[in-house]
């Protein structure tokens, strides 16, 4: 496991609420020290002064929601609290019972997050044999990702990218 996504939230809140939720608080800081990302939504309250917990415990990477056209979407919670934006709006996924909906919110972006991450993760243990910490996942995505307003949105590419400093080998035969 490298990675938990939590597309739920409850309550509004402009600073970390650990306190408010000691155990969930605990649950998250043992996922951090076992070397797994979590990622929640931020919610869908168009607040731009708050967020939703679990994304205001202070371990999680809590995402906010673009649309299509890289503008946050005006139902996303945003404020200092909010680690990456990922893209929300008008998202085709699977339905239950079988089929396609589509559907807006910060619980569509999480889960993109998290794709994101379990991609950077595989490419870790695939190039150096170990997976990275969570907070240079972190790190990589917010460093390397499109500026968005005052937040980041997720760039997969250049964030795996920045990450290799291999050339590549290049052999000729000539027949």
């Not at 939703?52 to 139902?75: F, H, L, M, R």
């Not at 079988?98 to 999480?110: D, E, L, R, V």
């Amino acid at each position: 496991i490298t990675t938990i996504t939590m597309s739920i939230g409850a309550g509004l809140f402009t600073d970390y609420c650990d306190s408010s939720f000691p155990s969930l608080a605990g649950a998250i800081n043992n996922a951090i020290a076992n070397n797994i990302n979590v990622v929640a939504s931020a919610g869908n309250d168009g607040s731009e002064t708050s967020i939703s917990s679990p994304g205001c415990i202070e371990n999680t990477t809590a995402v906010g929601a673009t649309d299509k056209s890289d503008n946050i979407a005006s139902y996303s919670n945003r404020n200092n609290l909010v680690d990456l934006m990922a893209p929300g709006s008008n998202i085709v996924s699977s339905k239950l019972g079988g089929g396609n909906t589509t559907m807006s919110g910060t619980s569509m972006s999480a889960p993109h997050v998290a794709g994101a991450v379990a991609l950077m993760q595989q490419y870790g243990l695939e190039k150096d044999g170990d997976y990275y910490l969570p907070n240079t996942v972190e790190s990589a995505y917010k460093d390397n990702g499109i500026q968005v307003e005052n937040w980041i949105r997720i760039d997969v590419d250049d964030s795996t990218g920045s990450f290799d400093d291999e050339k590549p080998n290049l052999y000729l035969y000539h027949p």
